[in-house]
């Protein structure tokens, strides 16, 4: 595990973009894995950057992203759908039908059958984007995911349902379940690379460094990739030793 700390959360996204540039240099059809939230905005806007100043290709790149609300239409503004949209997608020459959200409408059971085999066809993802939640979460895995957990409908904690109101009118707006792609599919991506900005994320950090390897704190599955870099800023990486 590499851990990298950065001054400003300019500098992260710079530098994890960066990441993404060079692996679709290196391989036009790359498979790139993406979340939502708060930590991965500012590196989505660098690449909308480096598309406006370079022209970087992007139609053959292939997309997964880590998940969805459930009950959450696409064109709903608070829908990961949407925020990918909004954040990343219509900005750049990705295809349409290279995106793979999990859907969270209609049959649920269908719809992660088929976000799992196209996983499985199309896949290992060669470089995935996660962020971390307070409670070490990673994508929607809560404490008692399991490492061999595979795409499934969770039952949001309270802390996240919290930690999310942010996005929405109220709390109880905030769907409880959500879709998430599982631990053992995020460790088959060929890299993968965590970000995370603030004082809120520090316990976090320090689980997923030093913490024993346990379901209680699913971020510290990630100490059994052989290929994980963890960029941070100081707040972040300040219970680090
Ligand atoms: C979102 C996701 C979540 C977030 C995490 C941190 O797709 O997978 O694990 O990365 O909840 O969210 P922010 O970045 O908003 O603090």
Not at 73 to 93: A, C, G, P, R, V
Not at 214 to 238: M, N, R, Y
Request: contains cysteine; glycine residues 6%; charged residues 20%.
């Amino acid at each position: 595990m590499e851990i990298i700390i950065k001054k400003t959360e300019q500098e992260i996204a710079e530098y994890v973009s960066n990441m993404f540039i060079n692996q679709i240099n290196k391989k036009a059809n790359s498979v790139l894995g993406f979340a939502t939230g708060s930590s991965p905005i500012s590196t989505y806007q660098q690449l909308i950057l480096d598309y406006e100043k370079s022209n970087r290709d992007w139609s053959q790149v292939i997309t997964f992203n880590l998940d969805e609300y459930v009950g959450l239409k696409q064109t709903d503004e608070q829908s990961y759908y949407y925020f990918m949209q909004k954040n990343l997608f219509s900005k750049i020459n990705v295809n349409k039908a290279n995106i793979h959200i999990p859907s969270g409408i209609g049959n649920l059971v269908k719809n992660i059958e088929n976000y799992e085999k196209e996983l499985d066809s199309l896949g290992p993802i060669d470089l995935q984007i996660l962020g971390i939640g307070v409670n070490g979460h990673i994508a929607f895995n809560e404490p008692g995911s399991d490492i061999s957990s595979l795409t499934r409908v969770i039952d949001l904690t309270q802390n996240t349902i919290e930690a999310n109101k942010r996005f929405f009118d109220n709390v109880n707006d905030v769907p409880k379940t959500a879709i998430t792609m599982g631990i053992s599919s995020i460790l088959k991506s060929n890299k993968i690379v965590l970000v995370a900005q603030g004082k809120s994320k520090a316990q976090a950090i320090y689980e997923l460094v030093n913490g024993t390897v346990s379901a209680q704190w699913p971020c510290t599955f990630l100490q059994t990739h052989k290929d994980v870099v963890i960029v941070v800023d100081e707040a972040a990486g300040s219970l680090l030793k």
